[in-house]
């Protein structure tokens, strides 16, 4: 079937949106037409070489859509269903499935179809990759069953995308990966998609102090809604000020949890020279490849830990549906994470505006 998609073909080149041939759904595959996707920064790094993949490419990784239609295995989604996609699929089977570690599963392959078969995404006869398997910049999408989670139809479907990506990425950072504890002290750094996701999740945890971090004032300002209690500016606008320091002295002795919810070699050292002993770096954004991470190795003392999260720990088919029900209940703010919605035709628009660092979140949003 025909649709729309952008396409990637050159590190550092834009998106062309172009007609693409997407194929019938194979046993275990669905069908799904696209209504909204969010911009999220892995599309960018892949955009410029610092995530490895081949091309040409239709990148997106943050989808919802309605399912058009199922393949003969399918079980868990029928069509008409509405379900939001996540790049977290797993196995089942190998050492880190078996642990519980869906997240972190290593064999990808059998959510995938096999060298020789018909591409899923094709153009004129050549294939087309999908971006973290899944494509969401395009109007149709093909993916494993595993990739989905059916979600009530009430919820809002540019709303539900987010939980995709950067919100399970933050909220499961907090909830999940550091297990931010009721009454603890919290910084974030970085108040975007994923920092604020990251906030919104230390408040549910109960975190009694969040401090936010960033270089741009009005996104301290928007991070206090999202229930940051302190605000830190950083960077030209404060060019004196220490971080580290300031942090020391409104936690009174270093935080509990920290987050560099950026992905910078500076900002994560910064994190773990502000935690309090015992206290806990988490490591959220993805840092270029080329920056190295030094730290004093005087500080590991007093058990200060520094660990990764990717993709929040999630087990995403249990933690989408809790997410979208806290939202329901007004308890996980996603209408406020939407800073705008564009069509799949102002894609490189909604690429730059992210780059530049001034919006929360851009959604793709498809008729
Ligand atoms: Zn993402
Ligand atoms: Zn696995």
Not at 170 to 195: D, M, Q, R
Not at 264 to 292: D, E, H, K, M, W
């Amino acid at each position: 079937m025909k649709a729309r998609a952008a396409i990637f073909r050159e590190i550092g080149g834009s998106l062309t949106i172009e007609e693409i041939d997407v194929d019938e759904p194979g046993p275990q595959e669905v069908r799904v037409r696209t209504a909204a996707c969010g911009v999220c920064h892995s599309d960018l790094h892949f955009m410029q070489g610092n995530i490895a993949g081949p091309r040409p490419t239709v990148p997106g990784h943050e989808p919802a859509g309605i399912v058009e239609s199922v393949g003969s295995e399918v079980r868990l989604v029928k069509p008409g269903d509405h379900v939001i996609a996540c790049t977290s699929m797993f196995c089942g089977q190998c050492t880190q499935c078996m642990l519980g570690r869906l997240h972190l599963c290593t064999d990808r392959r059998p959510m995938r179809r096999r060298k020789g078969e018909r591409p899923r995404l094709s153009q004129d006869g050549q294939e087309l990759f999908q971006f973290a398997d899944l494509s969401g910049f395009a109007e149709l999408m093909l993916l494993h069953e595993k990739a989905l989670v059916r979600i009530d139809d009430d919820i809002p479907l540019a709303q539900a995308s987010l939980v995709g990506c950067g919100v399970t990425t933050g909220v499961g950072a907090a909830l999940n990966t550091a297990k931010v504890t009721p009454g603890s002290s919290v910084v974030v750094f970085g108040a975007g998609g994923v920092g604020n996701s990251v906030i919104q999740g230390a408040r549910i945890a109960g975190a009694r102090q969040i401090i936010a971090v960033d270089i741009f004032p009005q996104k301290l300002e928007v991070a206090k809604g999202f229930g940051a209690t302190h605000t830190i500016l950083v960077g030209p606008q404060n060019p004196d000020l220490d971080p580290v320091k300031e942090i020391k002295k409104l936690s009174q002795g270093g935080v509990d949890f920290a987050f560099d919810a950026v992905g910078n070699a500076t900002l994560a050292s910064q994190c773990f020279y502000a935690l309090a002993p015992r206290g806990l770096a988490v490591i959220v954004g993805a840092i270029p490849r080329g920056q190295t991470l030094t730290l004093e190795p005087g500080h590991f003392y007093v058990e200060k830990m520094i660990t990764g999260s990717i993709m929040g720990s999630n087990r995403f088919h249990i933690e989408a549906p809790q997410y979208l029900e806290l939202y329901r209940q007004g308890r996980l703010d996603l209408d406020s994470m939407i800073t705008e919605r564009m069509p799949l035709s102002e894609v490189n628009v909604a690429l730059e505006a992210m780059s530049s660092g001034e919006v929360t979140r851009t959604v793709l949003t498809f008729d």
